[in-house]
Each structure stands twice: as structure tokens, then as C-alpha cells.
């Protein structure tokens, strides 16, 4: 992994991240409506009349939720901060996921750290149950501090993940050169908090620091204009379909705007990409990955 370090920002960057974390921040749903609380007791709380979701992790247990919804296609936006002080070993998992040993699968992951050292962002995509497909980053802010906007955009065409509205990962439709796709399986919304101080932090040599439980991390302003799929068929093939579902996301791509700054995080805060480590593949890299080196 390179080594982390805080480049140069101009003001106008900076300003241009901020006026995009404000763009970025979702309609308000409910907890109460959207979600169910899945495991953990009373670990997993929904507070503040359904504005605000906890999950927390102790030496007993860690918690989750997952929603009531299942969705075929959308964009996804949820706000988290993340557990503060020295959260090495926890990890706070946001991901869509379908069911089956041969499921299709989009991560967040968030690996807790050191006080004072960098949270790492892993994301991945499963298709037909194989992963493998894991990138990296290190945020250009401290996301224990505020709520920041973790989106996906989800759409025959591609999947983007975005914080506060910049793109940091594309994952492209590659069925041509034999690339699977998730685009059949319906998904589900996903969140846990638990102990992954086996592997999360530096390859698990840091342990979690339990006099410092319990560790919480916390939801609000989640919203989903998407497909929702019930009874085997989705929502955006009603003819009386919500409009949230004929929004862009549905063929959204990366303009020239957005692939500039996807290059801009590419560049300054990832720190691991599978599609460049050739001792993980030694008889060559993935076929999507050829496609991929130019942003």
C-alpha cells in the first residue's frame, strides 16, 4: 500500500467538494418504514422518530439491519459516521446484497484503525457469488467527525460508487469479453457493525481495544429512488411506475466532469486496485481490468 499523505488542494476544489457533500445529501426517509433491525438486541437502535439509525459493538455482540425493500436496479444514498477514536478491528459494513450461494454483491466496507490514523474504504462487487474484485482508499476527510453521503448508482449499464456525490469506483457492463454482471438478481440493503480484528486492521495484528466499547456508528437521511422488486417484477416496469423511478440514474454514466475527479482520487487516495497486482494474478489480470486502465 502507498504510504498516506494529504495533497494540495486548491480552494476551488475544495469548495467544489463541499458544494457537491450539500448536493449529495438525500431526502429523509424513515428507519421505521425502510428497515428492520435484524440482529444485535437492543445493540441496533432506531431513534429521533425514524431520522436516525445506531448500530453499535461490544464484547458480546455487534449489531445490523437490512431493508424491507428489495431493488433491481436504482441509486442508493445513505449518510453514516463512522465509529470515532480508536476503532481498529471493527468494521461497518453498507452493501446490496442478493441471496443464494451464487449471489451478486455491491460493498462498502469501512476497516477501523489507530486514533490518529487514516479509516480505509474497501469496496468490492460480486457477480454470481465470485468476488475478488477489491479496491481501496483512504478519504480526503475524517468521516468520524460529520455525516457524509455513500452512494450507488446501479444501473444496466454500470455501477458507480460515489462519496458525496465524487465517483471514486467504476464498474462497468463487460458481458461482451465475458465479464458477469449483476443486472438479474435483486438486492437487498445491508449494514452491520462487528469484529473483524482477525483480519481488518493491518492484516490483524491490531486487536480491538474493548475498554473503549461500546463502538457506534451512526445512519441518517437514507434514500432509495430505484426499482423495487416484488412478486418477480420490478416497479419500473409498472406502468405506474413512481416518477423517482425515471430519474437519470438509469443510463447514467461519467461525464468529463466526473471522470476528472474520479481520476483525482484515483490518484491521491487509492491504495490498492486489483486490476494492478500482478503477483494476485500471475497469469494475467481480469479481463475487465485491460479495459479499465484508461479513466
Not at 43 to 53: N, P, T
Not at 185 to 203: E, F, K
Amino acid at each position: 500500500m502507498e504510504a498516506f499523505s494529504s495533497p494540495k488542494v486548491s480552494s476551488l476544489l475544495l469548495f467544489s467538494l463541499f458544494v457537491s457533500s450539500i448536493m449529495a445529501t438525500a431526502s429523509a426517509g424513515n428507519f421505521y418504514q425502510d428497515f428492520d433491525l435484524t440482529w444485535g438486541d437492543r445493540r441496533a437502535r432506531i431513534v429521533d422518530g425514524g431520522k436516525l439509525l445506531m448500530l453499535s459493538l461490544d464484547r458480546a455482540s455487534g449489531s445490523g439491519f437490512q431493508s424491507k425493500k428489495e431493488y433491481l436496479f436504482g441509486r442508493i444514498d445513505m449518510q453514516l459516521k463512522l465509529v470515532s477514536g480508536n476503532s481498529a478491528g471493527t468494521v461497518t459494513a453498507y452493501y446490496l446484497s442478493s441471496q443464494g450461494q451464487a449471489h451478486d454483491e455491491i460493498d462498502f466496507e469501512f476497516l477501523g484503525n489507530l486514533s490518529g490514523d487514516p479509516y480505509i474504504l474497501h469496496t468490492n462487487v460480486f457477480t454470481q457469488g465470485k468476488g475478488n474484485r477489491e479496491q481501496q482508499f483512504y478519504l480526503w476527510f475524517d468521516p468520524t467527525k460529520n455525516f457524509h453521503t455513500y452512494s450507488v448508482i446501479w444501473n444496466p449499464q454500470r455501477i458507480i460508487f460515489l462519496v458525496d456525490n465524487f465517483p471514486i469506483r467504476e464498474f462497468k457492463n463487460q458481458e461482451s469479453i465475458g465479464v458477469p454482471f449483476p443486472k438479474s438478481q435483486p438486492m437487498r440493503i445491508y449494514s452491520s457493525l462487528w469484529n473483524a480484528d482477525d483480519w481488518a486492521t493491518r492484516g490483524g495484528v491490531v486487536k480491538i481495544d474493548w475498554s473503549k466499547a461500546p463502538f457506534t456508528a451512526f445512519y441518517r437521511n437514507f434514500n432509495a429512488a430505484a426499482c423495487i422488486w416484488s412478486y418477480g417484477s420490478s416497479s419500473c416496469a409498472s406502468k405506474s411506475a413512481s416518477p423517482m423511478s425515471n430519474i437519470g440514474w438509469q443510463t447514467q454514466g461519467l461525464d468529463v466532469k466526473s471522470r476528472r475527479r474520479l481520476r483525482w482520487v484515483h490518484r491521491y487516495y487509492m491504495i490498492y486496485n486489483y486490476c494492478t497486482d500482478m503477483k494476485r494474478f500471475p497469469e494475467g489480470l481480469p479481463p475487465e481490468c485491460r479495459r479499465s486502465r484508461s479513466i
